[in-house]
């Protein structure tokens, strides 16, 4: 608050215990485990390097690191659903491991794309035990993580703090491979967003936009 050019102190307005224990609880996900990111219908794959539309790049049945098809999926984490929507995805680049985020516009549900399930569900449930956060998991270990305990989207530690963890765990996320040309979190957020053409990942399944319909 500014009077008269003169920067002046003011109390923080009370907050409701209830409000803050519900801001900070927001993650109602049974434990995962690599057979919840198991399909055995195929699947697509996207290809989003370097944009965040994408384009149908034909179907696929298996993960294939060498030909970088990567597993990704879309874990409902608000009402404990167990609704899991299972695609690949191509573009992406990584290596090992996996990389999940509970930044996922705009439901932000736990979006996760891995080099096996067992990453996969690994990489999750550390979100979950976060309440929240940016993930990247890698021989058996979380090896970067950037917290969001508040609603699984913000943080309450300091700008600074955030962003060292944040470009830490790009760095990290680039080593295991991810492709230098995209932000390895940015992407993943916006390939939940069924309203970019022209394929998406949902907690249902993968939704063509162009067509309104699931493939």
């Known amino acids: 608050m500014v009077d008269h050019g003169v920067v002046k102190d003011f109390p923080a307005p009370a907050i409701d215990p209830y409000l803050t224990e519900r801001a900070h609880s927001t993650f109602h996900v049974e434990h995962l485990t690599a057979e919840d990111f198991t399909d055995a219908r195929p699947g697509h794959h996207r290809h989003g390097e ?11 049945d298996r ?28 573009g992406y680049g990584l ?18 794309v ?11 449930n550390r979100v979950v035990e976060l ?12 090896v970067a993580e950037v ?12 700008l600074t703090s955030v962003n060292e963890k944040l ?9 295991l491979g991810v492709n230098p040309g995209i932000d390895p979190f940015m992407t993943l957020s916006f390939m939940a967003l069924p309203v970019i053409p022209s394929l998406r990942i ?7 936009v162009t067509t309104q319909s699931y493939v």
């Not at 891995?114 to 999750?124: I, K, L, M, R």
């Open 131 to 142: 309440n929240g956060g940016i993930v990247v998991w890698d021989q058996g270990k979380p």
């Open 63 to 90: 993960i294939d690191v060498e030909y970088d098809v990567l597993k990704i999926a879309v874990v409902e984490r608000h009402k404990n659903t167990h609704h899991i929507g299972i695609g690949f995805l191509q």
């Open 167 to 175: 470009e830490f765990a790009k760095a990290k996320a680039h080593e």
């Open 95 to 112: 290596k090992s491991g996996a990389v999940a985020t509970s930044v996922s516009h705009d439901s932000h549900n736990i979006i996760v």
């Open 114 to 124: 891995g080099t096996s399930e067992d990453d996969c569900a690994a990489a999750a």
């Open 202 to 208: 949902t907690t249902r399944g993968v939704f063509d």
């Open 147 to 158: 917290p969001l305990a508040i609603a699984g989207i913000m943080s309450d530690e300091s």
């Open 50 to 60: 370097r944009e965040i539309t994408t384009v149908d790049a034909g179907y696929s």
